[in-house]
């Protein structure tokens, strides 16, 4: 009776952590879109990139290259703030944490469109 207790618990931690990796997974998307938009002035640009990410991520070879991409997106931002401490250390260490970071939650929003 515990191990199943246990088993179930842990089920509900992972669906847990499955949950906020796709709710990063589709923040990323959303503020991907957004400045895309901005950026070409256009609700065309916005539109095209949310829906086409979205339907983009359905596709499995193709989810697991844009998480990829993703993360190693995530490394670069870390990189660029690291620059601002004007430090090369900072901005190897910020860009490792922030790849990891996003690739772990990458990994638990696979694991969430999976499930679904």
Known sequence: MI????????G?????????GA?????????IA????????SWWVFGGVLLGASILMVIKPIRYFLLVVLSLGCGVVGWIIGQ??????ASVVIAI???LASGGA???ANKWMNDV
């Open 34 to 41: 957004v400045i895309s938009g901005i950026y070409f002035s």
């Open 23 to 31: 709710n990063w997974l589709f923040s990323e998307i959303l503020i």
């Open 3 to 10: 191990e199943m207790h246990e088993d179930v618990r842990k």
């Open 12 to 20: 509900v931690t992972q669906s847990k952590e499955s949950e906020k």
């Open 97 to 99: 944490i922030a790849t």
């Open 106 to 108: 990458h990994i638990y």
């Open 84 to 89: 601002w401490f004007d430090s090369l250390g």
